[in-house]
């Protein structure tokens, strides 16, 4: 066990560099079991959550080679030979899921317990599974197991209730090679979708249409080694952004683009932030960051729900009041009541939170619920007067590599200590 200690109310200077993107890297080395050969994923973030899913696949039988010193992970699925992983290694993370799709187009079967992860709403997996099922797979659901079967998938027209991003990943990769072609109507368009594609084709997919409502998968017989870098991470360096805006500070993103960050540029500039990016760099300005803001989130290319929770932290030091309309998870407030313990002024009336704006937050000890709102808790650490103590940090530890140390650069009073 761990905590994180801030001692706030500090400016922050400098430069952070952006890790590459957890909800990217996850599909990513789940769908290396689609490959018989070695694949290798450069720049990967060295988070809990990866090393959980890489772990799930060595109980499957894959030679995972993981390399902190240069970020990269090694991927070999040649061998593998267990087609039902460790139950207590899938609860921990809900993405354990996404191995479903892959290890159904290759190997015609598979058994799951059902995936575990942060608790922050009912999150079913309804849609996958309806997917699997139209490309021709037998689904049974007991006793908290998933047992998929097919040794023929075909490829058809498959329409989500809902732009479902988990289902949009695991229906593209178990479409890969079901015959024929199959087209994903009402798919998620979030750029981790086009990442995982233009993983899925760097092996031999023909994928087409990712980041649209329509995503066509043609497919072939066989895919091949690939050597792959993913996209940066939009939800750490808007994180990051957040804590510009809260310490009224200005410093340099490294490794970012404004393309994927534009639902959070345009909330950030209505709060009074200016941001400046030349496609590689951006400048975060937070010095004038007090104006309040409605937010609802949506899915992409609207405002994402991963971000509410850090932001409830920057509006709770507006100057006015705002309101938070959360549409996606019905339970991702859970930041609330430690924002309120630190002094932050939010009322919730179900899913929508109003917040209006204090003069200062003070430091006290706190608990993160989950990652975002572990996330949440230290931008409003870096803020509040006196010393905040975090609890439960490996939340934060799912999502944010090195988070101490990267604030640490920027000038932050933080460390972590082991209780």
């Known amino acids: 066990m761990e905590k994180i200690i801030i001692n706030g109310d500090t400016t922050l200077k400098g430069e952070v560099a952006i890790s590459s993107a957890k909800n990217s890297v996850l599909p990513i080395i789940a769908a290396c079991i ?34 902190n010193v240069n970020n990269t992970i090694s991927i070999n699925s040649k061998n593998i030979i267990n087609k039902e992983p460790n139950i207590e290694l899938v609860r921990k993370m809900r993405a354990s899921f996404l191995i479903m799709g892959p290890m159904l187009a290759r190997f015609g079967s598979f058994k799951l317990s059902m995936p ?38 075909t490829g058809c027209k498959i329409n989500l209730d809902f732009p479902s991003v988990g289902a949009t ?62 996209i940066f991470d939009r939800i750490e360096a808007g994180t990051y952004m957040a804590c510009a805006g809260i310490t009224k500070s200005k410093f340099k ?72 309309t959360e549409t996606v998870f019905e ?35 706190v608990k993160a619920t989950d990652l975002r709102a572990g996330a949440a808790l230290v931008i409003a650490g870096l803020a509040a007067t006196g010393i905040t103590t975090i609890n439960d940090v490996y939340h934060i530890d799912r999502g944010y590599m090195n988070i101490e140390k990267k604030l640490k650069a920027l000038g932050a009073d933080i460390k972590r200590i082991k209780i």
């Open 34 to 67: 689609l490959c018989a050969e070695e694949c290798v994923i450069e720049g990967a973030p060295m988070l809990e959550d990866v090393f959980v899913i890489c772990s799930v696949l060595q109980d499957l039988g894959c030679i995972v080679e993981i390399n």
């Open 116 to 153: 575990g992860g942060c608790n922050i709403g009912n999150r079913p997996i309804d849609l996958h599974l309806k997917g699997l099922k139209a490309l021709g797979a037998k689904v049974d659901t007991e006793h908290g197991f998933v047992l998929v079967e097919g040794n023929k998938l």
């Open 169 to 230: 990943e695991n229906i593209m990769m178990a479409a890969v090679f079901a015959e024929g072609t199959t087209i994903i109507q009402n798919a998620a368009e979030e750029p981790e979708i086009i990442d995982l594609a233009n993983f899925l084709s760097s092996m031999g997919a023909k994928i087409f249409g990712a980041g649209t409502g329509s995503i066509t998968i043609h497919g072939v017989t066989t895919l091949h080694k690939s050597v792959y870098k993913p």
């Open 253 to 324: 993103l490294i490794g970012v683009n404004e393309e994927h960050l534009r639902p959070i540029i345009s909330k950030l500039t209505e709060c009074g932030m200016i941001i400046e990016s030349n496609g590689e760099e951006m400048i975060v300005d937070g010095r004038e960051c007090y104006k309040p803001v409605d937010i609802k989130t949506l899915p992409y290319p609207g405002f994402p729900t991963d971000m509410q929770a850090q932001m409830m932290s920057l509006l709770s030091m507006s100057h006015g009041t705002s309101v938070i």
């Open 331 to 365: 339970n991702r407030f859970m930041q609330v009541p430690e924002l309120t313990r630190m002094g932050a002024n939010i009322k919730i009336d179900g899913r929508v939170a109003i917040i209006d704006g204090v003069k200062k937050l003070t430091g006290c000890e």
